[in-house]
């Protein structure tokens, strides 16, 4: 399955963006999407992620209760809502897949990836 990732851009400490993740090439049945992102000469971490149903939800513990993971299957994307940013998330963010039931944090279980989109948040 092929990801794009969209929706980055540069705000200001305390906006919101929604980053969308978009799938082609094939359904999203059945599959798991995370969030990661990377913040310049850092690793790659985990931020969200969701089941196929919707039902198995699981967050980074920096972003609960800021960032908000959803989906949309008849749309084959899946949605990244972040409120209250803070320039800490600033980063790369990167949208994955992969076909397993529970949600998983771990970046080795995804073997799909779309390319990052940019989030910039300036203090």
């Known amino acids: 399955v092929q990801l794009q990732a969209s929706g980055g851009g540069t705000v200001q400490a305390g906006d919101s963006l929604r980053l969308s993740c978009a799938a082609s090439?094939?359904?999203?049945?059945?599959?798991?999407v995370g969030w990661f992102r990377q913040a310049p000469g850092k690793e790659r971490e985990f931020v969200a992620s969701?089941?196929?149903?919707?039902?198995?939800?699981e967050y980074a513990d920096s972003v609960k209760g800021r960032f908000t993971i959803s989906r949309d299957n008849a749309k084959n994307t899946v949605y990244l809502q972040m409120n209250s940013l803070q320039s800490e998330d600033t980063a790369v963010y990167y949208c994955a897949a992969t076909p397993f039931f529970f949600t998983d944090y771990r970046t080795a279980t995804y073997g799909s990836w779309g390319h990052g989109t940019l989030v910039t948040v300036s203090s």
């Open positions: 090439g094939r359904t999203l049945r059945g599959y798991v």
């Open positions: 969701i089941s196929y149903s919707g039902g198995s939800i």
